[in-house]
């Protein structure tokens, strides 16, 4: 068996240039084959809403949702780190929310560290999480939940005000406990930066290759979506037509009587 990712771990991969892995799932089965293949983290990423539910946006996810989901993930796997996503409002209204719903993470669904979006303003809660013995990754640049609020989603971070304010909240984070902090869609240079400023790793996604890890959405690599495909994703397959040519198949083998056949019949 893969020796078991732990946050000591991914800090002796940060100090020895070994580049982190992390990708999404919400499902036993997904998070068996990742486990299997070695990814190191294993993201219940609220992108869930979009993924697995059809919303809009991540803002519907509810703190149930994320539980239910998670218990499924932590199923599956054996070695790789599994990540609750905090959803919108589990931890924005005040310190113990934040605690409260962070434990939930760990004590009903057996993840073993949380994420939640944000840099100064939410300082606190994750000191305290983190004072609770949870791990807590950060998410600094393009934060979902708060898409309304940035317009859409958008590169972060190509004003000077705006880098100065994120390389701060990445240095907060850190003061305040996160064990490592994902960078989304920001420029190139300025993951750089922070990746080389903080002693935490980075995981990018949208953040260009000088971060200390890298994270997708599943069904993004896989390409399952093509409705709109990121700038920053790679489709390393294209399971959407693939999916299709076998239901299709199935469809006229159903219709015109050779499915099933007798090997698929008892007698
Ligand atoms: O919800 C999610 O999947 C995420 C990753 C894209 C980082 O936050």
């Not at 919400?26 to 869930?48: P, R």
């Not at 509810?62 to 409002?89: L, N, R, Y």
């Given at each position: 068996?893969?020796?078991?990712?732990?946050?000591?771990?991914?800090?002796?991969?940060?100090?020895?240039?070994?580049?982190?892995?992390?990708l999404?799932?919400?499902d036993?089965?997904?998070?068996?084959?990742?486990?299997e293949?070695g990814?190191?983290?294993?993201?219940?990423?609220?992108?869930l809403?979009?993924?697995?539910?059809?919303?809009?946006?991540?803002?519907?996810?509810?703190?149930?949702?994320?539980?239910?989901?998670?218990?499924?993930?932590v199923?599956?796997?054996?070695?790789s780190?599994?990540?609750?996503d905090?959803?919108?409002?589990?931890?924005?209204?005040?310190?113990?929310?934040?605690?409260?719903?962070?434990?939930?993470?760990?004590q009903?669904?057996g993840?073993?560290?949380?994420?939640?979006?944000?840099?100064e303003?939410?300082?606190?809660?994750?000191?305290?999480?983190v004072?609770?013995?949870?791990?807590?990754?950060?998410?600094?640049?393009?934060?979902?939940?708060?898409?309304?609020?940035?317009?859409g989603?958008?590169?972060q971070?190509?004003?000077?005000?705006?880098?100065?304010?994120?390389?701060?909240?990445?240095q907060?984070l850190?003061e305040?406990g996160?064990?490592?902090?994902v960078?989304?869609c920001?420029?190139?240079?300025?993951?750089?930066?922070?990746?080389?400023?903080?002693?935490i790793?980075?995981?990018?996604?949208g953040?260009?290759?000088?971060c200390?890890?890298?994270?997708?959405?599943?069904q993004?690599?896989?390409?399952?979506?093509?409705?709109?495909?990121p700038?920053?994703?790679?489709?390393?397959?294209?399971l959407?037509?693939?999916i299709k040519?076998?239901?299709?198949?199935?469809?006229?083998?159903?219709?015109t009587?050779?499915?099933?056949s007798?090997?698929?019949e008892?007698?």
């Amino acid at each position: 068996m893969r020796e078991k990712i732990t946050v000591t771990k991914l800090a002796k991969m940060k100090k020895g240039n070994e580049k982190i892995t992390m990708l999404t799932a919400y499902d036993y089965l997904t998070a068996k084959l990742l486990d299997e293949i070695g990814v190191d983290l294993i993201l219940v990423g609220d992108s869930l809403g979009m993924v697995v539910l059809g919303y809009e946006n991540t803002l519907a996810v509810t703190m149930d949702d994320m539980i239910h989901h998670t218990k499924a993930v932590v199923k599956g796997v054996e070695s790789s780190m599994v990540v609750g996503d905090m959803p919108f409002m589990s931890y924005q209204i005040n310190v113990d929310e934040a605690l409260k719903n962070a434990g939930r993470f760990l004590q009903e669904a057996g993840a073993q560290a949380v994420k939640l979006e944000g840099g100064e303003e939410v300082a606190d809660k994750v000191d305290k999480i983190v004072k609770a013995g949870i791990p807590v990754m950060g998410h600094l640049g393009l934060t979902p939940q708060s898409v309304h609020q940035m317009g859409g989603f958008k590169v972060q971070g190509k004003e000077e005000k705006q880098k100065k304010k994120l390389l701060k909240d990445a240095q907060i984070l850190e003061e305040a406990g996160a064990f490592s902090i994902v960078l989304e869609c920001i420029p190139k240079n300025l993951a750089k930066e922070v990746t080389k400023t903080v002693s935490i790793p980075t995981i990018g996604i949208g953040a260009g290759s000088e971060c200390d890890g890298q994270v997708l959405v599943t069904q993004d690599l896989l390409g399952m979506y093509d409705k709109f495909v990121p700038k920053f994703v790679k489709q390393y397959a294209r399971l959407d037509n693939e999916i299709k040519r076998a239901v299709s198949d199935y469809i006229s083998e159903v219709k015109t009587g050779k499915f099933p056949s007798e090997e698929q019949e008892f007698c």
